[in-house]
């Protein structure tokens, strides 16, 4: 049994919108469910607790979704719960994310209060017509608002998620929307995620691609925009430790870090994904047949593979080769890399896949540290491709 500390992860399903690009668990329209949303989750947390073993919570992330759109006191009682229940570290990162448009000032005063110590605003860009074609449904004025909202309420751990490489984006307005967030509230945030435009299997966006109504943007103009942004970002102050994410003053996000360094960690709400005891789970996605299989719920005694929530709709358990696939796939997408060394001898059988990235100037090897090159981050996914190929 493990002794390291545990991440959690909370997943709130409500959105005022479902952007076209979106396919996480979210859902417009079901606001009547947060009370009973909330309940669940806090049965959920209790199931969950005594499989904790006592082991030390180093991080809480409340994601959706849009946790924002969630009362003061609702976020209260979830944190209340964790800290009566679980070993919450002192030092705890406790993030929520937030859209602009729900950012409420009296809301944010009591998610400080509760614990919460970092928000990450989902902004994606300034420009109105992206805005729109991203079914956004704030503008940049609000945004900015928004954020410096967040700052008078006491946060000084703040993120901004970006979104660049749209159908037709030029270069220009995408450096617009970085110059402009830069100068908010004088400094601009501590930490940016800038993720490229990726169309998701499912989603509305990827059926106007399949029918030639929109056209995906050039991935070799994609990283050059990719190229301008890190080399902007490192001039401004800040340290891109991962492929899309960079932060000032060793603000990372540790709650990320524990998916990327393939660490464990729990979760509860519909649809989400833990990792834990060497078992990787999803949680039923429908938020009422959710709430339907924790209604009542008070022994341990209905998980899937023994694990305490009846709301659990499979797992497995993971391999040895495939948790090294695991491991290089996350982690490679850091800049510190891996450490080879650290590995188990089933690494061996992936080897040749590593080699032939270092071949081609995609990877680097000093010592026993193995990273991408810039190059490497940009063509990352071929990599990957050929490691799960050839596990």
């Not at 919460?116 to 079914?135: C, H, K, P, T, Y």
């Not at 050059?224 to 970002?233: N, P």
Request: proline content about 4%.
């Amino acid at each position: 049994m493990s002794h390291a500390s545990l991440g959690l992860y909370i997943h709130v399903p409500f959105c005022t919108v479902k952007c076209s690009y979106c396919d996480f668990n979210s859902y417009a329209g079901i606001e009547d469910m947060q009370a009973e949303w909330e309940a669940a989750a806090l049965t959920e947390l209790s199931l969950w607790a005594p499989r904790f073993h006592g082991r030390e919570v180093s991080t809480v992330f409340i994601g959706g979704g849009t946790p924002s759109l969630l009362p003061g006191e609702s976020i209260e009682r979830l944190l209340n719960a964790i800290n009566s229940q679980l070993r919450l570290s002192q030092d705890a990162e406790i993030s929520l994310e937030a859209n602009p448009e729900s950012v409420h000032p009296e809301r944010l005063r009591r998610y400080r209060i509760a614990g919460v110590n970092r928000i990450s605003m989902g902004v994606q860009s300034l420009d109105a017509d992206e805005l729109v074609f991203l079914d956004r449904i704030h503008g940049a004025q609000r945004a900015e608002d928004a954020f410096a909202e967040i700052r008078a309420a006491g946060f000084d751990n703040v993120n901004l998620d970006l979104i660049y490489g749209l159908p037709g984006q030029s270069l220009s307005t995408w450096q617009s929307t970085l110059e402009r967030v830069l100068t908010w509230s004088g400094n601009g945030p501590d930490h940016i995620s800038c993720y490229a435009l990726t169309v998701e299997e499912g989603t509305p966006l990827a059926a106007r691609v399949a029918a030639g109504q929109v056209i995906e943007a050039d991935p070799d103009y994609v990283a050059e925009i990719a190229d301008w942004t890190a080399e902007r970002l490192a001039r401004a102050g800040f340290e891109q430790y991962e492929t899309s994410n960079y932060a000032r003053d060793g603000l990372t996000c540790r709650h990320n870090l524990i998916y990327w360094r393939n660490q464990e960690y729990a979760a509860i709400g519909p649809g989400a994904h833990g990792f834990i005891d060497g078992l990787r789970y999803h949680v039923v996605r429908s938020p009422k047949g959710y709430i339907d299989r924790l209604r009542g719920a008070v022994s341990m005694s209905n998980g899937v593979e023994d694990l305490p929530s009846p709301a659990i709709a499979g797992a497995e358990r993971v391999g040895d080769l495939e948790n090294v696939i695991d491991t290089l796939t996350s982690g490679l997408r850091l800049t510190e890399g891996i450490d080879e060394a650290a590995l188990p001898p089933i690494y061996q059988q992936l080897r040749p896949v590593l080699d032939w990235a270092v071949d081609n100037h995609l990877a680097q090897r000093e010592e026993s540290r193995l990273s991408l090159t810039r190059r490497g981050h940009a063509v990352a996914n071929e990599i990957f491709v050929r490691l799960l190929e050839h596990g």
